[in-house]
């Protein structure tokens, strides 16, 4: 096997964590992966994957190779595509992960757009709001919102997500105004929920930051949930901006307390790649980060 089919291989088996997987994948037998897999230890001189009955882990020198694997196979791909069919313009697959309400709000509405631009680039969406592992995934680049943990990510801040607090007039006139955090106490709110736990309401107060915890009789774990519930006037909401935005606009929703709303939260697009990024991978962040430049509720804050 060459260099290039044994490092095509080695990654494919860190993102699926498994040679019985791969072997079914590619048609062949799971001792044939492990023993391409273990030539490639012998060739480099130390172990790349650690086994454990979990699965298969990237060992520190397993993570550096696979690395620079998906950035040399990224490349080539690239390269191969372009002069291939006598291109000049970026070219080949992008796994992108997003937040379920920023990629239907915002991202997908503007993808014809940036495909009329390039054509050659394809996108493949993970929609979800955990925190996706982009090693183990298989992910490209993604969407982050908050402060990033991980330093071995790459990471460009795009844009900034401004937090609301809003209901339907109709609610406001019904129940009243509330005028601080405390007040909300004496409303129906509706609660957002974060693998079945319950996401705190934060806010800027005179001495320090407010936390709130919220109650109230609709519950859900999807932020677009939360604002149709808004919109039906069954109480009041907390969001990022963004997802009240045009309903804001619009004169549907009314935002409320802004003078406790906290910091906004950074947005990030993270990669595992080096600092090599693939042209296709530069188009699709200036893409995102054009996206948060264009819109208020998303734009990085002065």
């Not at 991980?150 to 990471?155: C, E, I, P």
Request: aromatic content about 4%; charged content about 20%; hydrophobic content about 45%.
């Amino acid at each position: 096997m060459d260099r290039f089919s044994s490092l095509r291989l080695f990654v494919r088996v860190v993102e699926r964590g498994s040679f019985s997987h791969v072997g079914r994948e590619l048609g062949i037998g799971q001792p044939a992966v492990s023993k391409q897999i273990a030539a490639l230890e012998a060739r480099l001189g130390v172990p790349l994957l650690n086994r454990t009955s979990r699965g298969l882990n990237p060992t520190a020198a397993g993570q550096d190779l696979y690395e620079s694997a998906t950035r040399i196979l990224g490349d080539l791909e690239e390269t191969e595509l372009r002069i291939g069919q006598n291109r000049i313009s970026p070219a080949g697959l992008v796994r992108l992960a997003t937040p379920p309400a920023l990629g239907r709000m915002y991202i997908i509405p503007r993808l014809p757009a940036f495909i009329q631009r390039h054509p050659n680039v394809s996108i493949d969406l993970s929609v979800s709001e955990r925190r996706v592992d982009l090693v183990r995934e298989g992910i490209d680049i993604a969407l982050r919102v908050g402060a990033l943990a991980d330093s071995s990510l790459v990471a460009r801040r795009i844009g900034d997500l401004h937090m609301v607090v809003a209901a339907t007039p109709a609610y406001l006139e019904q129940h009243g105004i509330p005028l601080s955090p405390a007040d909300l106490r004496s409303h129906n709110l509706i609660v957002g929920q974060t693998q079945g736990a319950t996401q705190a309401w934060k806010f800027k107060g005179l001495e320090g930051p407010i936390l709130l915890e919220p109650e109230g009789t609709i519950r859900s774990n999807d932020a677009e949930d939360q604002r149709a519930a808004v919109l039906a006037g069954l109480g009041i909401g907390y969001a990022g901006r963004a997802m009240f935005a045009a309903d804001i606009r619009a004169g549907a929703i009314v935002p409320i307390l802004e003078s406790y709303a906290p910091a906004p939260s950074p947005i990030h697009v993270v990669s595992a790649s080096g600092r090599q990024l693939p042209e296709r991978f530069r188009v699709v962040i200036d893409f995102l980060a054009q996206i948060c430049a264009e819109e208020p509720a998303l734009r990085i804050a002065p």
